[in-house]
T-cell receptor, first 112, second 115 residues
Framework: DGGITQSPKYLFRKEGQNVTLSCEQNLNHDAMYWYRQDPGQGLRLIYY???????QKGDIAEGYSVSREKKESFPLTVTSAQKNPTAFYLCASSKQLVAEAFFGQGTRLTVV | GDSVTQMEGPVTLSEEAFLTINCTYTATGYPSLFWYVQYPGEGLQLLLKATKADDKGSNKGFEATYRKETTSFHLEKGSVQVSDSAVYFCALSEGSGGSNYKLTFGKGTLLTVNP
């Protein structure tokens, strides 16, 4: 079945450590996205990528980094510079930038 | 910039009640409009969409009509079930004439349906 796979589902990190969240899709979509979800705030865009080897900052990119070396993969690194990283992270993809997005199951990151 | 405003929850209904969740938007171009649903601990699933004015999106008994004159896309269902309990997000995406290449989401509305 085609879809988007995020791993791990739950992730714990100590303060000061970098951590990478995985996102893989087999939908042959060109565009991929990372969103952050906090209670009562909806979804906020961290980074997006329209094509391999290209990505753009979203609304809250500070403290995050991404790469897009393969069409299927768009990993997100939460760096130690992110001041409040505890959140639910959602990866999504779409055929093109303005089409509807398909979401993964999310990764819940907790800083301990 | 683009924005989406949806009614704040939580919304609590009894089974078989009528549901309306209001959504209004601000956009510079001609956006596509979406409703997404999120069940506890999961990602978002597309519920329905409309791409131009007066379009009606529908799925699983839910429907919403793209009203350009009132910049609205209200979600309705005639008879809710316990299994409809979830968070509902209204969202927009600019069309090809716009420069805002992303989905803009409302803050979400928590719906709880009691038996």
């Amino acid at each position: 079945d085609g879809g988007i796979t995020q791993s791990p589902k739950y992730l714990f990190r100590k303060e000061g450590q970098n951590v990478t969240l995985s996102c893989e899709q087999n939908l042959n979509h060109d565009a991929m996205y990372w969103y952050r979800q906090d209670p009562g705030q909806g979804l906020r865009l961290i980074y997006y990528s329209q094509i391999v080897n290209d990505f753009q900052k979203g609304d809250i990119a500070e403290g995050y980094s991404v790469s897009r070396e393969k069409k299927e993969s768009f990993p997100l690194t939460v760096t130690s510079a992110q001041k409040n990283p505890t959140a639910f992270y959602l990866c999504a993809s779409s055929k093109q930038l303005v089409a509807e997005a398909f979401f993964g199951q999310g990764t819940r990151l907790t800083v301990v | 910039g683009d924005s989406v405003t949806q009614m704040e929850g939580p919304v609590t209904l009894s089974e078989e009640a009528f549901l309306t969740i209001n959504c209004t938007y601000t956009a510079t171009g001609y956006p596509s409009l979406f409703w997404y649903v999120q069940y506890p601990g999961e990602g978002l699933q597309l519920l329905l969409k409309a791409t131009k004015a007066d379009d009606k999106g529908s799925n699983k008994g839910f429907e919403a009509t793209y009203r350009k004159e009132t910049t609205s896309f209200h979600l309705e269902k005639g008879s809710v079930q316990v299994s409809d309990s979830a968070v509902y997000f209204c969202a927009l995406s600019e069309g090809s004439g716009g420069s805002n290449y992303k989905l803009t989401f409302g803050k979400g509305t928590l719906l709880t349906v009691n038996p």
